[in-house]
């Protein structure tokens, strides 16, 4: 468990501990119930990204993206008030109770590329890249807005978080290449 950091208690079961034995630790104050069904070893070294780990912990198959990558990778002003988790298109409804989350269903290659996997309190937290969240911003620029989208193209540039060689794979492979282009001119002319 303190590899792990954070826990589900149906990972602990399949380890073979008790659901008693949780409850007894939790009350002498050797666990932390995090949430419904999740557990976390106590430790003082808690990150300002938290709760991306226990979404994560709770949605593992979950991409965080748009307004939280791009607040994550340090592109652009945004502050978003819930965040934003790319799904499964086929997939069920993931049950977080606290935080506020605004689902985006993803399905095919949109699920799979462009996408780091980061270690936040010893939890593998799924993060679409620089890149794949610059093309994500025009792609679905109808609930982020198109303002957003050209400040992460300006701010991709500007504070280099990748090439221009990775942007335009991730935006071929989204098919994004023509809406992207006249923006990316503009800002190199």
């Known amino acids: 468990m303190r590899?792990?950091?954070?826990?589900?208690?149906?990972?602990?079961?399949?380890?073979?501990?008790?659901?008693?034995?949780?409850?007894?630790?939790?009350?002498?104050?050797?666990?932390?119930?995090v949430g419904r069904g999740l557990y976390a070893v106590p430790t003082p070294r808690t990150t300002e990204?938290?709760?991306?780990?226990?979404?994560?912990?709770?949605?593992?198959?979950?991409?965080f993206c748009l307004l939280t990558a791009l607040?994550?990778?340090g592109l652009g002003t945004q502050n978003p008030h819930e965040v934003w988790l790319a799904v499964d298109r086929r997939g069920g409804i993931p049950r977080?109770?606290?935080?506020?989350?605004?689902?985006?269903?993803?399905?095919?290659?949109?699920?799979?590329?462009?996408?780091?996997?980061?270690?936040?309190?010893?939890?593998?937290?799924?993060?679409?890249?620089?890149?794949r969240t610059v093309v994500d911003c025009f792609k679905f620029r109808n609930k982020?807005?198109?303002?957003?989208?050209?400040?992460?193209?300006?701010?991709?540039?500007?504070?280099r978080k990748g090439t221009a060689d990775e942007l335009w794979r991730q935006a071929d492979r989204l098919r994004m290449t023509r809406v992207i282009r006249?923006?990316?001119?503009?800002?190199?002319?």
């Open 3 to 33: 590899k792990r950091g954070m826990f589900r208690l149906a990972e602990a079961m399949a380890a073979g501990i008790h659901p008693e034995h949780i409850r007894r630790l939790v009350r002498a104050g050797q666990l932390i119930r």
């Open 182 to 189: 006249p923006y990316w001119d503009a800002l190199t002319s």
């Open 96 to 131: 977080v109770d606290f935080a506020r989350i605004r689902l985006v269903r993803i399905s095919g290659a949109a699920l799979t590329s462009g996408i780091d996997v980061h270690n936040i309190e010893n939890v593998a937290v799924r993060i679409t890249s620089p890149a």
């Open 71 to 73: 607040r994550f990778h």
């Open 144 to 159: 982020t807005g198109l303002d957003v989208a050209v400040e992460a193209v300006r701010e991709y540039r500007r504070l």
């Open 49 to 63: 990204h938290h709760t991306l780990a226990e979404i994560a912990t709770r949605v593992p198959k979950g991409v």
